[in-house]
């Protein structure tokens, strides 16, 4: 079956009310956005928690994911939700326990601030300021530019463009996407920079909405449309159940068996190997805390450290039931219409492109006219969500940490206002221009973020919970951890290999780096780390600092909550698990299964309430 050429007068109708809210929206907050530099980027650090966890969540609600996670449950059934941890998804629990309250009591405006609050400004905390600023930058680069060609990609299945705009024609084809791209870029970009954050939040509130609206319409017709019994003979016999032993043991059959490349492609065969791995890598990864991008803008945002727990607390309820609710409607109509879309899903190779699902089958019949519009409006949301928080990100680190620091350091709020909107329409340019030369850019850009990524965890746990940490330890571990994690990829031993299996390489090369470095030059300056200790509270190897803080400061309490925040998190995570297995089996009708889902959720929020909620510090 073709696409469709055009969508219905009411689907145009939509995107284009959705469009026009956003301007609105730019437009209203434009005054309040402008009073200062906090005002723009944080929005006065006075939105509230659940608005800004609504923003956080739907900045996370992005296209490329929602159709990667389509994919991998349609081949993985409920094993899949243990995949997502590689990112990894958990890691709301450990900011929501302890880690965001630890952040936000920094009062920092960016991530590159708080690496002056914790290493002060000697040599080595300046170096980790710099490589803080660059990855930042880096980071929201390549993000920018790849993500607004994925959705003029996206955008031209549904909205031909030299349909829409005859006079158009004469364009390539291979910039067709672009121009899409760059049309809905200018929007986000619009509002993102006339607002700042109190408009990137308010717009990302509108997006839930829609998101919500889209996510329950897919289910229903998923529902409307499942019998289960037949449904179920198609599928793998451990297709429903998330246990696993060592291997995977998962093989399709019949209509389904090029499905099994997928699994051989993916090295997931050792299941039990990868789920351990996964979780290594994602706990360390959680416990480093944020990346420098928007998700730590939000937290940044936050009224007070409670508050900002909260925020990450609230992230994970109000994302996975719609986003998976939606997911498992997805890939319960992929597998019921397989016959009716293969062609469609199948590239000139003769492969599955399991990415081309949702779009296939937001295509369908099956799908009515405004509910195409709603599901259209709301993934054009969420790319301009994640376009517009990591634009404020990036400005954040350019105008407060290079700009102001070292150029403007008298700067008036009108002088720091235009320096935001001229940083914001450069950085867009550049990664416009970065993503019409992805051919040639991508493989560069790609490799220089995932191997900062890759270094980023070993120091950015040791700043947390190490008194005698400093800037040159945290310098070197990132270049230690950063040269193997560019070196590996390209060696031939390791072709073929998931970056997961020699992630336990990288990691071990960073903490070589970051105990060299750290006891290669005298500690941080005792002043800095007893301002740094009764700010945070941090629990971990502070003794030293601790005894140093007590003798100026008798009545001072130490942080003695290191066992119940660790118990809290193992709880937080089954939470999370069982939230997301439960919005499954709700829409594949397997009652019984959600129903015990359901119990492990209410049993896991009472001890949480009990045990972290009612004990949040006022």
Known sequence: MDYHS?????????????????????????????????????????????????????????????????????????????????????????????????????????????????????????????????????????????????????????????????????????????????????????????????????????????????????????????????????????????WFGQELNMTWTGKFVEFNNKIGSDGYQLFSLFFGLVLLKGVLASVAGPAPTYDMQKILSTRSPREAALMSGSVTLVLMPVRYIMITGFAILGLILFNQIQGQITTPAGVIDFELVLPAVINHPWIPAGITGLILAGLLAAFMSTFAGTLNAVQAYIVNDIYIKYFKKDATPRQANRANIVVGLIVVVVSICFGVLAQDVNSVLQWVTSALYGSYIAANILKWHWWRFNGRGFALGMAAGMIPALILPIVPYFDGVLPLYYFPIIFICSIVGCVWGTYSVPPTDLEVLKEFYKTTRPWGIWKPIDVLVKAETPDFKENSDCCRDLINVGVGIIWQTALVAASIYLVLQQFIYFIVAVIIVIITSVILKRNWFNKLEN
Request: hydrophobic share 55%.
């Open 6 to 242: 055009f969508l219905s007068c009411i689907d145009f109708t939509i995107v284009a009310v959705y469009l026009g809210v956003l301007v609105f929206i730019g437009f209203h907050l434009k005054r309040r956005a402008s009073q200062n530099l906090e005002s723009y980027l944080l929005g006065g650090k006075h939105i509230p928690w659940y608005l800004l966890g609504l923003s956080n969540a739907s900045g996370m609600f992005d296209i490329s994911g929602t159709v990667w996670l389509v994919g991998i449950t349609i081949v993985y059934g409920l094993k899949s939700i243990y995949i997502p941890w590689l990112w990894p998804v958990f890691n709301q629990i450990f900011l929501m326990v302890y880690l965001s309250a630890w952040l936000r009591r920094s009062n920092c405006t960016t991530g590159a601030e708080w690496i002056r609050f914790r290493f002060g400004t000697d040599n080595g905390a300046v170096t980790s300021h710099w490589i803080i600023v660059v990855f930042a930058i880096l980071v929201g680069l390549g993000m920018l530019a790849y993500g607004f060609i994925g959705m003029g990609k996206f955008v031209e299945i549904f909205m031909p463009l030299k349909s829409v705009f005859p006079f158009l024609s004469f364009l390539p084809d291979t910039y067709i996407p672009h121009v899409w791209g760059v049309i809905f870029t200018l929007f986000a970009v619009f509002y993102a920079l006339m607002g700042g954050m109190m408009s990137i939040v308010w717009a990302d509130v509108a997006q839930y909405i829609i998101m919500g609206l889209a996510s329950v319409a897919v289910a229903i017709i998923a529902i409307l449309h499942l019998d289960i019994i037949e449904f179920s003979s198609w599928l793998p016999n451990s297709w429903f159940s998330p």
